[in-house]
């Protein structure tokens, strides 16, 4: 059998296929502290799954609009406009499958070959993956520390050329942790009016937010830089809904009418009763999403200075979502060595950093249990020690 071409232009996700390596040793009775996935540890909040569970018994189990159901996408709008800033109406919504769709779905629509994709590394493993799968080009713009893992202006500008289509933004990061502030956004955002080039801006963590970090939107900075963005958000972080598969992607109507042509011939509609779940999620008390990011912040003081107290890494404190993203190139191995080595050898499930394009990095997420993390980072250090 001969498969397509594109098949070969992308890599299966490191994320998914070490979560899984992990789960299968767990199986095997094998003693596993896994800080691999993004996934909270939490459980659905009880209002949404009786929300879902109302609308099962009410017979809401058929096919839906493609383009969710419309209680849904004005829920979202309102949440965009009363949060975000952001003049959105229902008709400029989609309800995908999972944040992750929405981006697929977007470059499936929007990026033609030789179009060009700009993204800052470290990045969400993805996005490289779905330009190449789109035709397109990815263009990565390396990051560091010393700019806390942040692409400058300066660096924006210098990488756009007649090919860019599209600026990719994320903020909280997946995987530093980092927030852009609203200064940065506000200087990134006229970067793209001047070039006039799109930015879709993924949004995924903005309620896990830690200290004085700030969001800002950045098609809230102004109408021209309005009138460039796209918004991709979801429920899998925020309300600790994962495998619910609910996200939803936001801009012109001309954009939603394409993904929504997309959709139709692709996944139909989304789960429909799961989508009265996501009704809930919005519209009730947000306390629970309160609860939990409380939760992540006591976790994350933690393992940040379990992590800096160990010789030879080091760890810049991160200001949202519940990764940390430590340095470790004083000991010397590459970071799929390191992590290989550490389940091996410590039964400890951590994420190389060269699957955001960060080879002296690994991610570790603190979505997890407050014991699993002090038994984890004693493993971790007796590796390093090890070295």
Known sequence: ???????????????????????????????????????????????????AQKALDEGKTKYGPAAGEPKLREAIARKLREENGLCYAAENVIVTNGGKHSLYQLMMVLIEPGDEVIIPAPYWLSYPEMVKLAGGTPVIVPTDASTGYKITPEQLRASITPKTKLFVLNSPSNPTGMVYTPAEVKALAAV?????????????????????????????????????????????????????????????????????????????????FAQYGAIAALNDSQDCVEEMRLAFAERRQVMLERLNAIPGLSCAKPDGAFYMFPNISQTGLKSLEFCDGLLESQRVAVIPGVAFGADECIRLSYATDMASIETGMDRLEKFVRSL
Not at 192 to 217: C, F, P, Q, R, T
Not at 253 to 269: C, D, R, Y
Request: negative net charge.
């Open 1 to 51: 059998m001969k498969l397509a071409a594109r098949v070969g232009q992308v890599s299966p996700s490191l994320t998914l296929s070490i979560t899984a390596k992990a789960l299968a040793m767990k199986a095997e009775g094998i003693d596993i502290c896994s800080f691999s996935a993004g996934e909270p540890d939490f459980a659905t909040p009880v209002h949404i799954k009786t929300a």
């Open 192 to 272: 793209v009016v001047e070039a006039d080039i799109l930015v879709v801006s993924d949004e995924i963590y903005e309620k896990i937010l830690y200290d004085d970090a700030e969001h800002l939107s950045i098609g809230a900075v102004g109408p021209e830089i309005f009138d460039r963005t796209i918004i991709s958000n979801g429920f899998a972080k925020a309300f600790s809904m994962t495998g619910w598969r609910l996200g939803y992607l936001a801009g012109s109507v001309e954009l939603i009418k394409a993904m929504i042509t997309i959709q139709g011939h692709s996944t139909s509609n989304v789960c429909t």
